[in-house]
Every structure is written in C-alpha cells, then in structure tokens.
C-alpha cells in the first residue's frame, strides 16, 4: 500500500492526525477529485467541528458537472450518493443520473424507493432488471405513498408479466395444473378475486362425466369443420382431447393456468365458469385479449365481463373490438363509445353489422367531437 492510500484510509478509520484531516478538508491534499470528495463527504461529520465545516464549505464549491460525473462513474462512491442524494438543493439531473446509474448499489435504490416522486419514481419502476435482482425494492415501491394510478398499475403488471408467470410456469403438464390445489392457486394470483375462488370452490363440488374417446370425436366435429379438422396441428387436438375429458375443477385450473393454445380451447368451453377463467390467466396477452373481444361465438356474459373489467379502459383495441362485436351487450357497447376515438366513431356509425342503438350513440358522439375541434 502506497502512502497515499494509506492516508486516505486513516481518514476514513477516524485515525488521522488532526493537521491531516484540516487539510483533507480544504481540499489541500496531494490528490485527485475523486478520492477527496468522498473524504469530505465523511469529513463534514467529523467531531471536530472546525474541519466538518471546512469540509462543508468545500463541498459547497463543488461544480454540478463534477457531481454529475462522480455519481454516473462504474462504482461510484456510496457516501457520495448518500449526500448528493440528500441535497434537495442540487438539481434534479444529478439524481436521475444516479438512478439511472446500473453500478448503484440496489440497496440505495431500495432506500429511496420508499419516498421517491414523480418522473424519479418512473425511474425505479422502469428499471425491471434491477426490480429483479433486488427482492426488496418492489415492496418499498409499494409502501411508496406518493404513486400514482398510473405507477401502481405498472407495478401491477409488472408482477403478472415478471413474477406471477415466472410462478405459473412451473407448473408445465397438464396434469400438474389440473391437480392445483386451491392454496396453491391463492399463493401464484395473490389478487384472485372473490367470485373468481367462489367458481373455483363450486367447481370442484361438480363430479366429471366420463367421456370416452368416440364422445370426443363427437365434440372435436361439433367444433371443427372436417376442412379444419384436418388443418388443426396434432398438438391442438392432443390438448382438446385431453381437456374434453377433465372434470369441471381440474378445467378451471388449465383456464387460470394454461398456455396460449389451452387458452384458445377453454375460452369456447360450454361453461361459463370455466372460460370466465381464461380472462384471469395472469399469461393473458393483449393480442389474446383483442381475439377474444372480436369472436362472435363467445357467450354474451363473457363479452360483458371483458367490457366492464378495469383492464379493458388500458387496451383501447379490445374496447373498440367489443363495440364492433354485435354479440357484445349494447349496455356495454354503449359505456365503451366514450373511450373511443373521433374516427372509430365514424366507422362504428356506418357499420350495418352493430345494433342501431349503437350506431345512432357512436353518430351522436361523434357529430359532437367533431363540433368541438371545429
């Protein structure tokens, strides 16, 4: 160890001469910026209060450029980012150069995750590879009293896409979904709602009727033209066979937690209960979601729980697919027409296929924006 380093050691034990640590402090020591900054970062607290305040007014003097330099170097220095963290003073650029810093400690971002605001806040909840690797700061982000609507949805979605199915996705088989207890599910989808464990609950009173494999041949036509049916990929129909004969309960756990094609087979399912399910499944995407608001042969009560779920005001395309839909309650269309847009609007109105009732609103909608931006 050189001298320099070993001096700059015993400023940092508290061991250093009273002489040496005045110097540290006015910024006379024989070294460069980025080791003497920090020191007087420590120094600013020292016991003698002669030097904290000499460090004090050195820091003062500090331009914002080198800050901004220090905290967005590879490894930089904790106690620099504890103070310039502090400095409610400083400008903003330096703290979001910090958060934004990917070699910042994750336990500093856990301790401001907790009281962060504004576009800061936006900051941390971008950062999905550090929510990862970091457990801890997704539970300081929900403590955080100063999200937004918009901030907690993003932090809501970002468990379903990053946890939740990471969770789910242990479970591969079939077989190993079907057998699910109901702990089990509570504890993959925390946020089941109520009505959604009652159906889960009655599903699994219901005893299954055996079907046997010429049933299924029955079903399989009934739902495939023979043309289809010799087009469907052996997979598909490997899945169809397998779920036709499930029981009510072991059905309910494929929709909750199956894959995209177990998905396409139950949304269609003759229960009710069972392909309200499928809306559930934490694995949902948004292109699913805009299929299944377009299919003319999902039951009526299914296109209505799409329409009137919170989840349909953030995917406009699924909102506008259900207008269109004929089969979708004109309750529900009726509701939906004032998220849609001037030109949509239009079409709707001149589209034979949709309900006059609908057609007649989407006009009168319409006719008014178009007032307005006149």
Request: net charge neutral.
């Amino acid at each position: 160890m050189n001298p320099t380093e070993a001096l700059i050691d015993q400023i940092r034990a508290g061991n250093a001469p009273s002489n040496i640590r005045h110097f540290a402090a006015q910024g006379m020591l024989p070294i460069g910026q980025d080791e003497l900054i920090p020191l007087q970062v420590l120094l600013r607290r020292d016991k003698d209060q002669s030097i904290a305040n000499e460090a004090k007014a050195s820091l003062g003097k500090v331009p914002e450029d080198t800050w901004r330099r220090l905290v967005d170097k590879k490894d930089p220095s904790r106690d620099v980012l504890h103070y310039c963290l502090e400095q409610s003073s400083f400008p903003p650029s330096i703290r979001e150069k910090i958060l934004l810093n990917h070699s910042v400690p994750d336990d500093i971002i856990r301790f401001v995750a907790g009281s962060e605001t504004g576009v800061f806040l936006d900051l941390i909840i971008n950062n999905h590879v550090r929510l990862l690797r970091d457990g801890g700061i997704l539970p300081a982000l929900e403590q955080n009293p100063f999200l937004t609507l918009d901030q907690k949805r993003r932090i809501e979605e970002f468990k379903t896409e990053f946890i939740f199915k990471k969770q789910i996705s242990k479970h591969e088989s079939l077989e190993e979904i079907a057998a699910l207890p109901l702990e089990d599910i509570l504890s993959l989808i925390p946020n089941l709602d109520a009505e959604a464990q009652r159906l889960i609950l009655e599903a699994d009173q219901k005893s299954g009727v055996e079907i046997d494999d010429r049933q299924v041949q029955q079903e399989l036509q009934r739902l495939f033209s023979p043309e289809e049916l010799k087009e469907v990929p052996e997979e598909i129909l490997s899945a169809y066979q397998r779920i036709l004969k499930m029981s009510p309960g072991e059905k309910v756990r494929v929709a909750l937690f199956g894959n995209k094609e177990e998905r396409s087979i139950l949304i269609k399912d003759s229960s009710k209960q069972v392909a309200s399910m499928v809306l559930r499944n934490p694995k949902v995407t948004d292109p699913e979601m805009e299929y299944f608001a377009q299919m003319r042969n999902l039951d009526s009560d299914l296109l209505r729980q799409m329409g009137t779920s919170s989840q349909v005001l953030k995917r406009y395309p699924v909102a506008h697919n259900l207008v269109k839909n004929p089969k979708t309650p004109s309750a529900v269309s009726l509701n939906l027409l004032k998220l849609l847009r001037e030109m949509d609007l239009r079409n709707i109105a001149r589209d034979r296929n949709i309900p006059d009732v609908i057609r007649r609103q989407a006009k009168r909608l319409y006719d008014m924006k178009d007032q307005r931006n006149r």
